[in-house]
């Protein structure tokens, strides 16, 4: 522990597309945030590519700590744990910064801390900003994950819903791919819908039955499909290879009626979610979270509960290694810590 | 011999045919699905999984970003998606594919994109969408052909 009693934690995250690494004091202050994004690489194959993934993972990752550690200007010396994402992710490239993270833990003689990828994302907010105000509705949305938690405290959260089928960043991607639009599809949608007619097409808001809280983009995502491509069996449009016969304005009408439909969905399961636990703080995090529809949704959503709104910027929206860090100090708060046999899982939900 | 066919009318219909043909599926087996986006893939492997013995059928969702989900049932079930693989030979040897099919039951989305890299004995389903809410499914069971060692009977439902 420093002088002062501020414990600086090195957070290492390597879970999906991104390898990165951060330096955060007492859980909220960053003092570096690292992100060597493979997006390029998976832009020119159009798609995550876990081979290539847990590859690139080993090249960037001691590159990534060692610019995470320059640019917070600290040593070993000065670091009082390392944090590491061992869960959900794809186990390839969750061992990799995990291996970082043990040798580093043995190596420093410091302890290691496992931190949840999601749960971290519902945390991400607090990242240079106030603590958040208990409890919290969090509203995690990317292209792997769209879950709704109630949250008590950084570390004690309660899933109260999740997608059962698409998730909502993988609803974006695959209308943003039937609208004939590049990857990853979320701010191309974003940025034709605006000026567009979000009423143009009235697609179908799926909530499922009584007051579920789980969500489904499944039926949205076909809905688009018939739209542009025709309905089958009614006319000789489908199955059309591309979307030739819309116009660009069409399409962008098309985005932004799709857009409506999926934000209308998340901002009514949060409100849901919001209300039943008499939520004080509404939280959002994950890529999605950066999409500029759903952030107005739920800055009028958080106006009209009364509720603190907590939107992460953008950096913290998507995969990093400070949001790890950072929540990872809560756990280091508590004495939560784990041992060099801490293991990486690939899926936990439900 | 020419594949099955079967025709379903809504969501519950395509769920209940993965229910009935989880009933003939076996550790080792591999199911190839093929369809367009819509098809209902992911609707089909939710019939499959439930029918092997998946309690909670909200577990299964699509795996296009993560690539691969495992169910527990009576055995373990592995729900992979070839959507967004750019070298699945690589990609499905560096999850782990022999292991799974040592283990459980393999159901591939999006089979079509590396169908060479798939064992050649295993199930193939084309989904074609025939209308708003039906489905027609071509199901092909493998070619009789030496079977993998260590085969074991799924449980009848």
Redesign the interface.
Known sequence: MKSDGRRVILGIESSCDETAAAVVVEGRRVLSSVVASQIDLHRRFGGVVPEIASRAHIEAVNTVIAQAMKNAAVGPEQIDAIAVTHEPGLIGSLLVGLMAAKTLAWAWSRPLIGVNHVYAHAYAAALDAEPIDYPAVALVCSGGHTALYRCDSPTRLKLLGATIDDAAGEAFDKVASILGLGYPGGPEIDSLAKGADAGAVRFPRTLLHGQSLDFSFSGLKTAVLYHVRGVPGRSNKYPGSAPATLTESQIADVAASFQAAAVDVLRIKLRRAAVKIGARSLVLGGGVAANSALRQAITELAEKLKCSLRLPPLKYCLDNAAMIAGLAWHYLDQGVTANLELDALATVKR | MPPEKYRTSSLAGTLRLGRKLAARLAIGDCVGLVG???AGK??LVRGIASGLGLA???????P???????YPGRMPVFHLDL?????PR??L???GLDEMLGQGIVLVEWADRAADVLPNRRWRIDIE????K?RTFSVQPPQSGPKPAGRKRANRI
Do not use: H, P
């Open positions: 367009a986006l819509g992911t609707a909670d059928q909200r577990m299964v969702s699509s296009t970003f993560v690539l691969v989900q495992e959507y967004r693989m750019s070298y690589a990609e040897a560096d999850l969408i025939t209308g708003r039906s």
